[in-house]
């Protein structure tokens, strides 16, 4: 069965910091995306960063970056110049099966200090 | 465009009653998900719907909760009868119809079972 593991519950990073959420995974897809969401306390989940498995380089997007560790099966998720609008549940994404369907982490609450 | 629309956005009811939960996916996205989260954890899929029909409904306790999408656009879920576990927020999601695509999510229907 696909499972998705984040290890740390909490985080928290200055303001203008930089913080490292970690993710593994496991999947019997060969080829498949993964993803990290952000859920502020709205609850409204959006996406932050996908990343193609048959890319080696990692994805970026403004601030957020991953490191993407295939053999290892890591994902994790960096946030450079943390903001006071970054704090919130973050949730890390794999698919189920048929690369569609997505299994979640139990997520890392990050808190933001300013 | 407009984003994924959910009612009622909270509901509490008994044990052993039913409730109903609606979805509005964003305009043309073939694919529509319902996921139930609880607290403290992160979604789990409960049904994927690929225009009216169903790809995946494995993880849904079909002896209680049925889901439908007439005419592969909106999307109700029904508990019937629910029981205190429950308890959770419902999450309604959509994505266009491919691998890897980003789901929007809706701001969730949270249930309350006493």
């Known amino acids: 069965a696909q499972t998705v593991t984040q290890s740390q519950p909490e985080m928290s990073v200055q303001e203008a910091e930089t913080v490292t959420l970690s993710c593994t995974y496991d999947?019997?897809?060969?080829?498949?995306?993964l993803f990290w969401y952000k859920q502020p306390p709205s609850r409204q989940m959006i996406l932050v960063i996908r990343q193609e498995a048959y890319k080696q380089q990692n994805a970026t997007e403004n601030r957020f970056s991953v490191n993407f560790q295939k053999a290892a099966k890591s994902f994790s998720l960096k946030i450079s110049d943390s903001q006071l609008g970054d704090a919130a549940m973050y949730f890390c994404a794999c698919p189920r099966i048929g690369n569609t369907p997505l299994v979640f982490g139990k997520g890392t609450r990050l808190s933001v200090i300013a | 465009e407009a984003g994924v629309a959910q009612s009622p956005r909270y509901k509490i009811i008994e044990k052993r009653q039913s409730v109903a939960f609606w979805c509005n996916p964003i305009?043309?996205?073939?694919?529509l998900y319902w996921y139930q989260q609880i607290l403290g954890q992160g979604p789990k899929l409960l049904i994927q719907f690929q225009n009216n029909g169903v790809v995946d409904d494995s993880q849904l306790p079909k002896d209680r909760f049925s889901a439908e999408r007439l005419k592969g656009v909106d999307s109700t879920l029904k508990i019937q009868p629910a029981k205190l576990e429950d308890s959770a927020v419902y999450l309604c999601a959509s994505s266009r119809l491919g691998q890897g695509l980003e789901q929007y999510f809706g701001p969730g229907t949270r249930l309350t079972v006493t």
């Open positions: 999947t019997s897809e060969s080829d498949y995306y």
């Open positions: 305009s043309g996205h073939a694919t």
